[in-house]
């Protein structure tokens, strides 16, 4: 029904625009001002009737939250310490930045070989261990 309706408009108007753009009964040229409008009227007699969209009862609006304050946690203060100690292979020395009572860093050995390690404090040690599972322990002076 609605397809219907559309195209009979547009029929309408593409006559009007050849009336106002045409040619008269001798052939002439019509100037747009000199043409006559043309009315078009859509037949009743084959209209349906279209059923009601029934409209949902509106929601009641949810009740509103209560105030929450948000309070603001302390971040962990962040702290780098050089770190040192001897392993199995010698001396191990780097640098570990804590946040908290965790960290990551980077030591190296007396061989020149650099490990990443990730750090847990527990009271005054480094409990450290590198990429490749080895555990370090560092002593931190307070």
Avoid at 36 to 63: F, L, R
Avoid at 94 to 107: C, E, K, P, S
Wanted: charged share 20%; with cysteine; net charge negative.
């Amino acid at each position: 029904m609605k397809y219907r309706n559309m195209i009979t408009a547009l029929c309408g108007m593409a006559i009007v625009l050849f009336a106002a753009c045409g040619s008269n009964e001798d052939g002439k040229t019509v100037e747009p001002s000199m043409a006559q409008p043309v009315v078009v009227e859509t037949p009743q007699a084959d209209t349906v009737a279209e059923e009601a969209i029934p409209v949902a009862a509106p929601q009641p609006a949810p009740a509103p939250k209560p105030a929450v304050k948000k309070t603001a946690k302390a971040k962990p203060k962040t702290e780098t310490h050089f770190v040192s100690s001897f392993d199995a292979k010698g001396d191990v020395w780097g640098h570990v930045t804590m946040t908290g009572d965790h960290g990551t860093g980077v030591i190296h050995d007396s061989e020149e070989n650099t490990f990443t390690v990730t750090c847990t404090r527990h009271g005054n040690e480094l409990f450290a261990v590198d990429q490749n599972s080895r555990r370090y322990v560092f002593k931190l002076s307070e």
